[in-house]
């Protein structure tokens, strides 16, 4: 049982450059969510989605787009990289009904843009 | 909006309790986190509450809720070195998705020897 899988785990972009954040569960989990982690700024949410064909905006979605064709997938694509978007990248899951025990994390991507 | 508040850094000696201070705007709150991040690691959540709970405790974790004042702390009992850690506090609410939960900025655990 993988939980929340993101790949890759480091990655180094020049400006301008796009690139997909791949974020995979296994758990049949409903809700899934993206999270940039900035130094203390908490997380703060870019896109959530509570099933496969909804998507819809966070807290900061400027700058980068979702899609979610499936329940098991939700990559997060940055279409023209800039140096404000060198972050740590959180992928999340949850069940939307019943009990409801919070999110399970990926173990994040961490991006710098030169 | 929701907004969440923690202090950024507490430090404390190895065996002592640690307790944790978090604040919350939104009265319409249901579920209050605490998560644990490690270095280079995600979020692991250790513990929630209700938000018609005053106390939950597990182990060497003990959560209050004041839910008058709007306040959440976490204590670590007899703490250890592994605790370590950049702890967040975090709150969901009704409406919209439910789902979503709103973090605060994390407090650095440091477990002095």
């Known amino acids: 049982n993988a939980g929340v899988t993101q790949t890759p785990k480091f990655q180094v972009l020049k400006t301008g450059q796009s690139m997909t954040l791949q974020c995979a569960q296994d758990m049949n989990h409903e809700y899934m969510s993206w999270y940039r982690q900035d130094p203390g700024m908490g997380l703060r949410l870019i896109h959530y989605?509570?099933?496969?064909?909804?998507?819809d905006q966070g807290e900061v979605p400027n700058g980068y787009n979702v899609s979610r064709s499936t329940t098991e997938d939700f990559p997060l694509r940055l279409l023209s990289a800039a140096p404000s978007q060198t972050s740590v990248y959180f992928c999340?899951?949850?069940?939307?009904?019943?009990?409801?025990?919070?999110?399970?994390f990926g173990s994040g991507t961490r991006l710098t843009v030169v | 909006g929701e907004d969440v508040e923690q202090s950024l850094f507490l430090s404390v000696r190895e065996g002592d309790s640690s307790v944790i201070n978090c604040t919350y705007t939104d009265s319409s709150s249901t579920y209050l986190y605490w998560y644990k991040q490690e270095p280079g690691a995600g979020l692991q959540l250790l513990t929630y509450?209700?938000?018609?709970?005053d106390m939950k405790q597990d182990q060497r974790l003990t959560v209050l809720l004041n839910k008058k004042d709007k306040h959440l702390s976490l204590r670590i009992a007899d703490t250890q070195t592994g605790d370590s850690a950049i702890y967040f506090c975090?709150?969901?609410?009704?409406?919209?998705?439910?789902?979503?939960?709103?973090f605060g900025s994390g407090t650095q655990l440091t477990v002095l020897p």
């Open positions: 509450i209700f938000s018609n709970m």
């Open positions: 999340a899951s949850s069940y939307l009904t019943g009990n409801y025990n919070g999110y399970t």
């Open positions: 989605s509570v099933g496969a064909g909804i998507t």
């Open positions: 975090a709150e969901s609410a009704i409406g919209g998705s439910a789902r979503q939960l709103t």
